[in-house]
T-cell receptor, first 116, second 110 residues
């Protein structure tokens, strides 16, 4: 298994509170991604990073921010959580952009967030 | 949107039978990938097929791609209870993001 650790794995919070999810990798992969998974929507890309301090928006980035100060860590922050952000969040990593060459896109185990 | 769409959305079979899942998409692609997700776990990459390939094999998995019909199929032969999972296709075209379908649930009954 790829060395990807997400924390926390489960979190319950209240509307309006800030939340930070952490993704830590030990593979030294350049690219890191945050997805959310919701019933009926599959996986949707929130933000991604192509290097330290290099990040960009995905298709559902509103209400989320990210930071990558070290190769191994990619943080996802909900500045003011809303009930619509209740979801399962997955971190993924790859050596090449979206693993287009090899398909080697590795996922973490997910972080289940409930916003009350 | 080039989002792939899996069909059927749910499939229940007996152990030892073959399972076929289909994925249709809308725009031209560079590659198509299949992933498996066990309940409560992250996605695991199964196989990637490029747009210039028609068929690939990996163990009990066989993937076909028909770019003229914009469709792909994933065949799992001699299924096992451990194959019970959700399966996703994901498509990528040019510099576009990797877009996942909504997934389909396979149940293999012992």
């Amino acid at each position: 298994d790829a060395g990807i650790t997400q924390s926390p794995r489960h979190k319950v919070t209240e509307t309006g509170t800030p939340v930070t999810l952490r993704c830590h990798q030990t593979e030294n992969h350049r690219y890191m991604y945050w997805y959310r998974q919701d019933p009926g929507h599959g996986l949707r890309l929130i933000h991604y990073s192509y290097g330290v301090k290099d990040t960009d928006k995905g298709e559902v980035s509103d209400g989320y921010s990210v930071s990558r100060s070290k190769t191994e860590d990619f943080l996802l922050t909900l500045e003011s959580a809303t009930s619509s952000q209740t979801s399962v969040y997955f971190c993924a990593i790859s050596e090449s952009w979206l693993a287009a060459n090899t398909g080697e896109l590795f996922f973490g185990e997910g972080s289940r967030l409930t916003v009350l | 949107s080039q989002q792939g769409e899996e069909d059927p959305q749910a499939l229940s079979i007996q152990e030892g039978e073959n399972a076929t899942m289909n994925c249709s998409y809308k725009t031209s692609i560079n590659n198509l990938q299949w992933y498996r997700q066990n309940s409560g776990r992250g996605l695991v990459h199964l196989i990637l097929i490029r747009s210039n390939e028609r068929e690939k094999h990996s163990g009990r998995l066989r993937v076909t791609l028909d770019t003229s019909k914009k469709s792909s199929s994933l065949l799992i032969t001699a299924s096992r209870a451990a194959d019970t999972a959700s399966y996703f296709c994901a498509t990528q075209g040019g510099s576009e993001k990797l877009v996942f379908g909504k997934g389909m649930k396979l149940t293999v009954n012992p």
